[in-house]
């Protein structure tokens, strides 16, 4: 160790990767968090790099060097002088045909490969010019160090930081707090009142054991590669999106995360007639003010349990996701890998407890001085089975669906076939939403043997 170097052990988050990365002969990830920020403007490239330098400087996370173990408990080497040995990546596409391509392969490229945990490195920033006044941002972190909601506090304080260095104004100043902070707030909790609550509320919720539901079809093969997952992208319009929007907050006094999360459970019931359907839902996790404020590692995934029957309605179904997902971010703290261990009928030997479901509805309207920003995500780690992700910048742009499938379990055929089927039965039961599920099987195409596999 140098005098810039010491070692933490990793957070409870962090361990549940760890345990995923033990499956490799040489512990190793390939699970990220990636997006893309398309800049349009005049550009200080020397006033950007200086900006994220200096969040780099400041996000301890980032300074993880490497994952190792320590005795029997693997800790993370973290190195302050890793700000002053990074330089930001460039590359000049201006006036190459394909620029977009080109670049997209490149950033696709890094969030698909592996990264070996005792040596690293765990981030990339690449800057693509792609023409004049017009840039990619490329921000690809392996997710043992970061989640997606990290990436966005990254983004805000760089472009916090360059407009301010743009302005000559002096920069706001430093808001993240320090890993050693971050662990207290785990600590506390782990030992709280609070920690014993969370486990009762979770093995009452599911003490008569119910089963997992998935439309996965057999294996393709025994395990999975460390290929990526399918994507298929769908960009609602802006009508679709208002649309949503409105049937959530009008006819249903929900949300559209609550929403979306409603039609998942009507569709997995409408393929598979179970009438007992427990969704994966990804939770911020993020309790303390410091967390709230600081890039980290604290994502957690958890059961969320709904009973549908045909003669409920959409409506009815929103009102339960109402109440379960009210109930679930008051327990959210509670790890995933406490709960596999624990809630054992859920274990379907695909590491999830069913379909997945991942909102990301962080404010983004961001600025870098005069420039106008659009994001582009790419990776929000891997799923095992089938994940529907929701993102809403709420900034004006449309509603995004990116839907993931796990390769081992879903062709592109079938991940096509499901896409366009639930689209379909969105649209129908937002004309609809108090017909009920069994009036709406009888006017959809479901053919649930011809999406399998």
């Known amino acids: 160790m140098t005098d810039s170097t010491h070692q933490l052990p990793l957070s409870a988050p962090q361990r549940d990767f760890w345990e995923a990365a033990l499956a490799y002969p040489v512990p190793s990830t390939h699970i990220y968090a ?26 301890q996370t980032l300074h993880t ?6 005795g029997d408990t693997p800790v993370r080497v973290l190195d302050a002088a890793i700000a002053d040995d990074w330089t930001l990546e460039s590359v000049d596409l201006a006036g190459t045909a394909d620029a977009h391509a080109i670049a997209l392969a490149g950033m696709r490229a890094h969030c698909t490969g592996a990264i070996e945990l005792a040596r690293g490195p765990f981030f990339r920033h690449t800057l693509y010019r792609i023409a004049p006044d017009h840039y990619y941002w490329y921000q690809g972190y392996a997710h043992i160090l970061v989640d997606g909601y990290s990436g966005s506090l990254i983004a805000v304080r760089t472009a916090e930081l360059y407009s301010a260095f743009a302005a000559g104004a002096t920069a706001p100043p430093a808001r993240f707090a320090s890993l050693a902070e971050l662990q207290l707030d785990e600590d506390a909790y782990r030992a709280s009142e609070q920690f014993a609550h969370d486990r009762r509320y979770w093995l009452e919720r599911f003490a008569d054991q119910p089963r997992t ?15 990526p997952d399918l994507r298929e992208t769908r960009i609602a319009t802006a009508h679709e999106s208002a649309r949503i929007e409105d049937a959530a907050k009008r006819l ?35 309790t303390s003010a410091r967390e709230r404020r600081t890039p980290s590692q604290c994502a957690n995934m958890l059961p969320l349990r709904l009973h549908v029957e045909p003669g409920h309605t959409l409506d009815d179904l929103c009102r339960q996701a109402n109440r379960e997902m009210t109930a679930l971010r008051q327990h959210q703290r509670y790890r995933m890998g406490d709960l596999h261990r624990e809630l054992t009928s859920l274990d379907n030997g695909q590491g999830v407890f069913g379909p997945e479901i991942n909102i990301m509805a962080f404010d983004y309207d961001l600025r ?4 106008r920003t659009t994001s582009h995500n790419l990776s929000v780690g891997t799923t095992d089975d089938l994940m529907v992700n929701l993102t809403d910048r709420r900034n004006g742009e449309p509603l995004r669906f990116d839907f993931d499938a796990s390769p081992q379990y879903y062709s592109r055929d079938a991940l096509n076939a499901h896409v366009g089927q639930f689209l379909t039965f969105m649209r129908v039961a937002l004309d609809e939403p108090f017909a009920t599920l069994g009036a709406l099987e009888s006017r959809l195409d479901v053919q649930p043997a011809a999406l399998a596999g």
């Open 34 to 59: 990636a997006e893309y920020l398309e800049i349009r403007g005049a550009l200080d490239t020397a006033a950007f790099e200086r900006a994220l330098r200096q969040v780099i400087r400041e996000a």
């Open 213 to 227: 539901v998935t439309l996965a079809g057999p294996a393709h093969f025994a395990e999975r590669d460390d290929g």
């Open 65 to 70: 060097t490497r994952i190792v173990l320590h």
């Open 368 to 371: 870098f001085g005069d420039c």
């Open 252 to 286: 249903f006094a929900s949300t559209v995360p609550r929403l979306v999360t409603a039609l998942t459970a009507a569709y997995l019931y409408l393929n598979t007639g179970a009438h007992d359907v427990v969704l994966s839902v990804a939770a911020m996790a993020r």
